[in-house]
């Protein structure tokens, strides 16, 4: 089977970018970055082939869903979100600089798109301190209020300044070498400078950065690509249906891979070749206690766990 990826973004807009090449469950895959609906439909008639999965973007960029145009079409299309490999990728460059200690940081994020909130609320859940930086006040605060709402710690939210001081800087914006000196009195020193929406830092910038020792980077989505796989083979290659489902043994109803057990009906670890009873259904998701078992609840247990062990 081949692979194809196909993306869009609301940097720019360009008809066809054929892109490099990426890496899918250790197969080379053509990339291709489309943001014009007939030069997809043009696209994909010369390029379909039965032994290709198309791997689109499901987020509506500048009017259009990838993903959304080619589910009518007669092809194999998987959805993805590159914007949440973005935020991997930056998450995981983070800790990484961090030797996995992020607690206490400060990390200023310059951005108050989809990608800078999301990461801004994944660091802020590890219990590091977020000093939030962008064009539009209104946005900024729109941001901070609703990262204050979620987190369990609301202080660890913050609205940036040249006063704040941070040990990491990443930028997420969609303009170019937006990110000028101005910023350098906010970093610590040796401290990492990300820049994560590609062509945010001014070449000004990088320079004055480099030689007052800090460590300038660009995204590089690659950090994230595990993470693709295990998402692209848990689609192609799930076997949960061999775990969810509802079936009877021996005349008593059982459930297993989160289906909503009645009250009363036997658990178990999963429907095809079961290996245990895990419970009792309480009727609301949960598992009875021994203590609250009936003495028909306890013999129907028995009953399909002399089953199960009989290699029923």
Known sequence: MKYKIISTTTKHKLPLLHLPKRTILGKEAENYLISDKNVLTEFIKNNDSKDTIYIADCEKKQGISLYDELMDKDIKVLDYKPNDLTMEAADLAILNYVNQN??????????????????????????AIIYLYG??????????????????????????????????????????????????????????????GIGNFSKDFIEAAL????????????????????????????????????????????????????????????????????????????????????????????????YIEQGG
């Open 102 to 127: 992020i607690n206490g940081k400060s990390i200023g994020i310059y951005g108050t798109g989809n990608i800078a909130f999301k990461l801004a609320l994944r660091l802020a859940e590890r219990n």
């Open 135 to 196: 064009r539009n006040e209104k946005k900024i605060k729109v941001c901070v209020d609703a990262l204050k709402q979620i987190c369990f710690d609301e202080q660890v939210i913050n609205y940036g300044s040249y006063r704040s001081r941070v040990d990491v800087f990443v930028s997420l914006v969609s303009s170019e070498e937006i990110v000028t000196e101005n910023f350098l009195q906010i970093l610590r020193p040796g401290a990492l400078c990300l820049d994560a």
């Open 211 to 306: 030689k007052w020792g800090h460590d300038v980077r660009r995204l590089d989505v690659r950090q994230s690509q595990e993470i693709m796989d295990g998402y692209i083979n848990s689609r192609i290659n799930s076997q949960f249906d061999m775990i969810i489902g509802k079936k009877e043994v021996e005349g008593i109803p059982v459930v297993a891979g989160g289906i909503m057990g009645k009250e009363g009906e036997l658990i178990v670890d999963r429907i095809k070749s079961p290996s245990k009873v895990i419970g009792v259904a309480n009727g609301i998701g949960g598992v009875k206690r021994e203590s609250e078992l009936s003495d028909e609840e306890q013999r129907k247990i028995k009953e399909v766990q002399s």
